[in-house]
């Protein structure tokens, strides 16, 4: 609601303060302030902003100061020490023994000094200073306005990044979900980058795998010499390009606004001087040099009927881009039978339900014993998040096994009013051509 509150949310999810269950304690005293009312004033005084919970860098040395009644420069060494950063042990040492010599002094009971130190010494090295939390505040709300205001704007580029926590096939649907229509690399409309055209966006040509750079470099320098490509032949004369580029260019879909399938440029582009597999663009340095005549081919090719199957274009997409761009719950053998999806959770609040969802990612974490578990992210059939809790047992039994539609059964829990699914078991569902 406010920036203050921005601030804070910034600061409460680094490991110290989320680990030493401090985050937990912020946020249910955000949501039921009356919680406070356990806290000794003398601290609330001093965090009142944060609802009486140490959250910032900056906390542990105004609690070490007012609180316990350490000098600004000791409050600062036992900072720094909480981080490792020692000047020396003996001295952290002796500071620690004035905290709860000064806490004592100060009529506080034992029970209180314990817990106000372990919450210095679970998170001080471990959390942001309250101007670094601030400025990420910034950039936060910054980007949340654009997310919000210019969605399909904000996603191209963030796709132009090259990078971030998810991949890029997720960027691509958000885009999708916030009304863009994606297309795949054209040689006429796209760019190097991402594009957008109203709520139409072009693929970049420098998403493609192993298309040269010269060769994209080479493409949009002869478009805008000399306008749009007309076709494939139109390319081989204008730009220095081998047989092998020009196929990845086909198999992405880059020449479908010739009307012609995939398998028909394919074979058309056996009829072009120099093309066959392994010729280098070197080697047509001459052969293809720009020609002031439209050149004529004097035989039409007949071609017999071209099988084009259901997931050719999934296939390609896949090997050139790294994602499909058809929905992954459209490639699946069989039909779905889960009917569930993730805005009808909280209709099933502590029931067990089946629920089928693309894997996202996920977040391996460890126990208090040590064990290994995580949290994964999953799309759900009409592309909305949905999260899990996968606790050790299931992790064992159930790992997940890369990326895939998969059959979650699990129990609907609720969190500050967030839904997510504790994992029974998993099944990955098989796809129509395979797996990828």
């Known amino acids: 609601d406010d920036y203050v509150t921005l601030v804070a949310a910034s600061s409460i999810i680094r490991p110290g303060v989320s680990q030493s269950g401090m985050m937990r304690e912020y946020i249910q005293?955000?949501?039921?302030?009356?919680?406070?009312?356990?806290?000794?004033?003398?601290?609330l005084d001093l965090l009142r902003e944060t609802y009486g919970v140490m959250v910032f860098q900056e906390d542990v040395i105004r609690v070490a100061?007012?609180?316990?009644?350490?000098?600004?420069?000791?409050a600062d060494v036992l900072r720094r020490g909480m981080s490792g950063k020692f000047r020396s042990r003996e001295e952290f040492q002796k500071?620690?023994?004035?905290?709860?010599?000064?806490?004592?002094?100060?009529?506080?009971?034992?029970?209180?000094?314990?817990?106000?130190?372990?919450?210095i010494e679970s998170f001080a090295g471990y959390s942001f200073s309250k101007g670094?939390?601030?400025?990420y505040a910034v950039e936060s709300y910054q980007s949340l306005?654009?997310?919000?205001?210019?969605?399909?704007?904000?996603?191209?580029?963030v796709i132009n990044n090259f990078g971030g926590f998810y991949r890029t096939e997720y960027y691509v649907h958000e885009a999708r979900m916030a009304g863009a229509t994606i297309h795949p690399p054209c040689i006429n409309q796209s760019e190097i980058l991402t594009g957008i055209k109203g709520t139409d966006i072009f693929l970049g040509l420098g998403l493609i795998a192993e298309l040269e750079q010269q060769l994209i470099a080479d493409l949009l320098n002869e478009r805008e010499r000399n306008g749009n490509f007309l076709g494939l032949h139109d390319v081989a004369k204008r730009v220095r390009v081998s047989g092998t580029q020009l196929r990845l260019l086909i198999r992405v879909g880059a020449f479908r606004f010739t009307g012609q399938s995939k398998k028909e440029l394919l074979w058309e582009l056996l009829r072009i001087p120099g093309m066959s597999p392994g010729t280098s663009a070197k080697q047509l340095q001459t052969e293809n040099s720009s020609s002031l005549f439209q050149e004529e081919f004097a035989t039409e090719l007949r071609l017999p009927e071209l099988d084009h199957g259901a997931f050719d274009d999934v296939l390609d997409e896949?090997?050139?881009?790294?994602?499909?761009?058809?929905?992954?719950?459209?490639?699946?053998?069989?039909?779905?039978?889960?009917?569930?999806?993730?805005?009808?959770?909280?209709?099933?609040?502590?029931?067990?339900?089946?629920i089928a969802g693309y894997y996202v990612t996920s977040k391996p974490v460890r126990t208090v014993r040590g064990d290994h578990m995580f949290f994964g992210t999953f799309l759900d059939r009409d592309g909305y998040f949905f999260d899990t809790t996968h606790f050790p047992l299931v992790?064992?039994?159930?790992p997940l096994r890369g990326k895939a539609v998969y059959?979650?059964?699990?129990?609907?829990?609720?969190?500050?009013?967030?839904?997510?699914?504790?994992?029974i078991r998993v099944e990955k569902l098989p796809y129509g051509f395979g797996s990828f």
């Open 145 to 157: 306005f654009l997310k919000a205001h210019y969605p399909l704007e904000f996603m191209v580029g």
């Open 318 to 354: 896949i090997e050139l881009l790294g994602f499909p761009l058809a929905s992954p719950f459209s490639l699946l053998r069989n039909p779905l039978t889960h009917t569930l999806n993730a805005a009808q959770l909280g209709a099933h609040l502590g029931k067990i339900i089946e």
């Open 407 to 423: 059959s979650i059964t699990g129990k609907v829990v609720e969190d500050f009013g967030f839904y997510s699914v504790d994992v």
């Open 29 to 43: 005293r955000f949501h039921n302030p009356v919680r406070m009312l356990n806290t000794p004033e003398c601290l």
């Open 395 to 398: 992790a064992r039994q159930h």
């Open 95 to 119: 500071i620690r023994d004035n905290f709860f010599r000064n806490c004592h002094a100060r009529g506080y009971s034992e029970e209180l000094t314990a817990e106000v130190w372990r919450q």
């Open 65 to 74: 100061h007012h609180f316990a009644g350490l000098s600004l420069a000791e």
């Open 132 to 135: 670094h939390s601030a400025s």
